[in-house]
């Protein structure tokens, strides 16, 4: 009885979930192709402060004396590192530390000092890594390679998701995220390759990597992908909380639709870089 239980299950379609992940996707799509970067870089705001938020929701420190700083250092550090030269980055992170110990010397008798690493952390978390979308959106054909990685992170997601509940026999990492599975991950990095080198046919853009480089660039964004929702697992793990948030039905918060592109894109970002100045 359990088994059939279990069976039914795997068949079940999340309606919801698929109606909300296409209408998210879409928002993505025409906001990278119809944007220019100052209008994209406020979608960026949009994800990094949503992102900080859910970050202290999940630890429950959701008064505004913790969130709004952080929110605040993050968006400073994403235009800094875009928009500014390195030096002017470089004084925005020591201003960043500077305002955040600030903060948490001021705030010591009521929060006690239990913020400080999730300040530090969601700067950089949210704001500095989100912050390679807009770098991505910079490059020469930036919107196409930006496609690209979302592609990829979509792909992977969606494949491992519905492969894994399907064929999925053994867990990936329990412990972090029980319904992960070896199966799954596999399934979804193979699928989501493949829907790559299917829009390599028919985008002839993306014939400015190499076969090769082109495979090897869809690979490894996928598996840090991947690395980045596990990420995100052990945050809620140790937080205590099974979603981020609320606000996507079917999915839960921002970051449990966004965690693997947080680690994908810096890395996406720096190996294009790498295959595009050795291509020859």
Not at 22 to 29: E, H, N, R, S
Not at 190 to 203: D, E, K, P, S
Not at 245 to 261: A, E, N, Q, T
């Given at each position: 009885m359990k088994r059939e239980s279990e069976d039914l299950e795997k068949l079940k379609f999340d309606f919801k979930r698929f109606i909300f992940g296409i209408l998210f996707g879409f928002v993505i799509i025409l906001s990278i192709f119809l944007f220019n970067k100052l209008e994209f870089f406020f979608i960026c705001v949009i994800?990094?402060?949503?992102?900080?938020?859910?970050?202290?929701?999940?630890?429950?420190?959701?008064?505004?004396?913790?969130?709004?700083?952080?929110?605040?250092?993050?968006?400073?550090?994403?235009?800094?590192?875009?928009?500014?030269?390195?030096?002017?980055?470089?004084?925005?992170?020591?201003?960043?530390?500077?305002?955040?110990?600030?903060?948490?010397?001021?705030?010591?008798?009521?929060?006690?000092?239990?913020?400080?690493?999730?300040d530090v952390f969601s700067v950089f978390y949210a704001g500095f890594f989100i912050s390679y979308l807009l770098k991505i959106f910079d490059m020469n054909n930036g919107r196409l390679l930006l496609m690209l990685l979302f592609i990829l992170v979509w792909a992977s997601d969606i494949f491992a998701y519905y492969g894994g509940r399907h064929f999925g026999r053994h867990r990936l990492f329990f412990s972090l995220s029980p319904k992960k599975t070896v199966?799954?991950?596999?399934?979804?990095?193979?699928?989501?390759?493949?829907?790559?080198?299917?829009?390599?046919?028919?985008?002839?853009?993306?014939?400015?990597?190499?076969?090769?480089?082109?495979?090897?660039?869809?690979?490894?964004?996928?598996?840090?992908?991947?690395?980045?929702?596990?990420?995100?697992?052990?945050?809620?793990?140790?937080?205590?909380?099974?979603?981020?948030?609320f606000l996507i039905p079917g999915h839960?918060?921002?970051?449990?639709?966004?965690?693997?592109?947080?680690?994908?894109?810096?890395?996406?970002y720096y190996i294009t870089l790498f295959f595009l100045n050795h291509k020859n």
């Amino acid at each position: 009885m359990k088994r059939e239980s279990e069976d039914l299950e795997k068949l079940k379609f999340d309606f919801k979930r698929f109606i909300f992940g296409i209408l998210f996707g879409f928002v993505i799509i025409l906001s990278i192709f119809l944007f220019n970067k100052l209008e994209f870089f406020f979608i960026c705001v949009i994800l990094i402060t949503l992102s900080v938020y859910e970050l202290f929701l999940i630890f429950d420190l959701n008064e505004y004396k913790y969130f709004i700083l952080p929110e605040i250092i993050s968006i400073l550090i994403a235009f800094a590192f875009v928009f500014l030269s390195p030096s002017v980055f470089a004084f925005a992170v020591f201003l960043s530390i500077f305002l955040i110990l600030f903060k948490n010397v001021l705030f010591f008798k009521n929060a006690g000092g239990k913020s400080i690493l999730l300040d530090v952390f969601s700067v950089f978390y949210a704001g500095f890594f989100i912050s390679y979308l807009l770098k991505i959106f910079d490059m020469n054909n930036g919107r196409l390679l930006l496609m690209l990685l979302f592609i990829l992170v979509w792909a992977s997601d969606i494949f491992a998701y519905y492969g894994g509940r399907h064929f999925g026999r053994h867990r990936l990492f329990f412990s972090l995220s029980p319904k992960k599975t070896v199966e799954g991950a596999l399934i979804g990095l193979f699928l989501a390759i493949l829907t790559a080198l299917v829009f390599r046919i028919f985008v002839t853009d993306y014939r400015m990597f190499t076969l090769f480089s082109f495979i090897a660039v869809s690979a490894l964004t996928i598996i840090f992908g991947m690395i980045g929702d596990l990420t995100e697992s052990l945050i809620k793990r140790v937080g205590g909380k099974k979603d981020s948030g609320f606000l996507i039905p079917g999915h839960g918060g921002i970051l449990d639709r966004i965690d693997s592109l947080i680690l994908a894109a810096p890395f996406f970002y720096y190996i294009t870089l790498f295959f595009l100045n050795h291509k020859n």
